[in-house]
């Protein structure tokens, strides 16, 4: 039988830190969320998520106030780069709301126009997807922006990937490394 502290029992108080800490305790990936053309835009995200094999699907959220909400509702295609171990500082950069916006968020940024759709996908990702937009949910303050998979390739398989846990960057170790599960 398990002791049950006065914490646990105790009337819930949901609030959005507290649903922040929570959520802080689940591993994610990082990516970069990415449209081209006309709205040419990046931005940092880990509330990503594959949503089906068959169609191909994934999910990412956007809230309604950024930047990167009214550029996908305009191209209506983005892409997604996995972020790599390494790309921390890119990770923090499109984060940034005070960097530039338009083309000049890319300056200095090696990247090149996903096959199909332009989006810009970044060099140095473990993976790439390019998606065609599908659906949108919206909940609370946010979208739920649904995208069908048109195209995607991954990177070496000795490349890491970057977490993003308790609030801060983490590493995935690479096969053969301490640490790591073969």
């Not at 890119?90 to 759709?117: H, I, M, N, S």
């Not at 390019?130 to 659906?135: G, I, N, T, V």
């Amino acid at each position: 039988m398990s002791s049950v502290s006065a914490q646990e029992i105790a009337a819930p108080s949901m609030t959005p830190a507290a649903l922040r800490e929570s959520m802080s305790r689940f591993a994610t990936g990082v990516i970069v969320l990415s449209v081209g053309g006309e709205h040419i835009h990046g931005m940092t995200a880990n509330a990503f998520s594959s949503v089906s094999l068959d169609p191909p699907t994934v999910l990412c959220c956007v809230a309604h106030s950024a930047v990167m909400h009214k550029a996908l509702l305009s191209t209506r295609t983005f892409g997604v780069s996995v972020l790599g171990a390494e790309q921390e500082q890119t990770a923090r950069y499109f984060a940034d709301k005070r960097r530039p916006l338009g083309p000049e968020q890319f300056d200095g940024v090696a990247w090149r126009p996903g096959e199909v759709t332009g989006a810009p996908l970044l060099d140095g990702a473990v993976a790439w997807l390019e998606c065609e937009l599908a659906d949108i949910h919206d909940s609370g303050d946010h979208a739920i922006f649904i995208g069908k998979v048109v195209h995607s390739a991954v990177a070496a398989p000795e490349n890491s990937g970057l977490l993003f846990y308790e609030g801060g960057f983490r590493q995935i170790p690479v096969r053969g490394e301490k640490g790591a599960e073969s």
